[in-house]
């Protein structure tokens, strides 16, 4: 079992690729998750992958695809654009694992850069869009033995970000699909409330589909971007130690990454940020999954 620790890299946004893998690798971890801006920024995907290569670390996710609801003609056709462009990408970088945050109401697309009809908030057309994409970009994915990764996000999420909520809804969306070629992330931010999560991450691991498993804690009060509610975890109300119990019994034994979104732990120094997330994960994480980890070999 491995369950080693991976700095997804939106958790430290000041950085470049090339800082963030410089950082981690000085950290003793071996794994990052970057996000497709740094890429771009570090001169492409080529570049990227020796970059990474070059920090003696391998890369477990690369963030994002998706964003695939648009109903006109044109945003279609650049959604799909774009996400091959992403499984390129992954492909390039040897991350394997494309998350996927599938998109919200075009009613909304106005929040987060985008432009749609605000007059359309059809959220069941707009889940129907996801699939159809979903389904076209499957085979792509698998010429470049990359896998897809749904990640349902928190219901407050729902109008512009992603109409997928909950772990079950994800994998209702996968079962039309090989696991080896569509999965689901476990991000404990956006599923920890949710009744039927023991049983759908049992569900997951029995129909091989847990591609990721993300850990960062639930704050509150809401900051007022509430995309940035995430804490480090053991600030906030996630219970670490049971979901991760659920996880490893469900059979996942790969890296586990840490995804923050928080103004505090975004901006202050990277070194202080890694140290923090080690010393969390080895008490708050990781003893549970080597407990429930033994007990599935056993």
């Known amino acids: 079992m491995s369950f080693e620790l991976s700095l997804n890299t939106g958790t430290t946004p000041t950085l470049s690729l090339e800082q963030a893998a410089e ?3 000085e950290s003793g971890l071996q794994h990052i998750g970057p996000w497709r801006h740094l890429l771009e920024q570090a001169g492409g995907a080529e570049k990227a992958a020796s970059i990474i290569s070059a920090a003696g ?3 477990t996710t690369l963030c994002r695809g998706g964003f695939l609801t648009p109903a006109d003609v044109q945003g279609r056709r650049a959604a799909l654009e774009s996400n091959r462009a992403a499984i390129r990408e992954a492909a390039a970088i040897g991350a394997g694992e494309l998350i996927m945050v599938v998109g919200g109401l075009p009613a909304a697309a106005h929040l987060i850069g985008g432009s749609g009809d605000p007059a359309d908030k059809d959220i ?5 869009r996801v699939a159809e994409g979903i389904a076209e970009l ?3 994915a698998a010429e470049h033995q990359v896998r897809l990764v749904l990640e349902p996000l928190h ?10 909520s909950t772990l079950g809804e994800a994998l209702e ?4 699909h090989p696991a080896e070629t569509l999965g689901v992330v476990v991000d404990t931010f956006h599923v920890w409330w949710d009744p039927q999560l023991e049983a759908m991450i049992a569900r997951a691991g029995a129909e091989n589909r847990i591609a990721s498993y993300q850990v960062c804690d639930f704050n509150l009060p809401l900051a007022a971007d509430a995309l940035k509610s995430r804490g480090m975890m053991g600030d906030g109300y996630v219970d670490f130690p049971t979901i991760s119990r659920w996880v490893a019994a469900a059979g996942y034994t790969g890296p586990v990454e840490v995804e923050i979104f928080n103004e505090k732990i975004n901006n202050q ?3 202080l940020t890694l140290e923090t997330m080690r010393q969390r994960y080895e008490k708050l994480v990781l003893p549970s999954l080597r ?3 033994a007990g599935v070999r056993s």
């Open 155 to 164: 219901p407050m999420y729902a109008a512009d970000r992603a109409v997928l």
């Open 138 to 140: 499957v085979p792509y």
């Open 124 to 128: 069941l057309g707009a889940r129907a």
């Open 291 to 293: 407990e429930a980890g």
């Open 23 to 25: 950082a981690v690798a």
């Open 173 to 176: 969306l996968a079962a039309d």
């Open 269 to 271: 120094d990277a070194r």
């Open 57 to 59: 670390l391998k890369a």
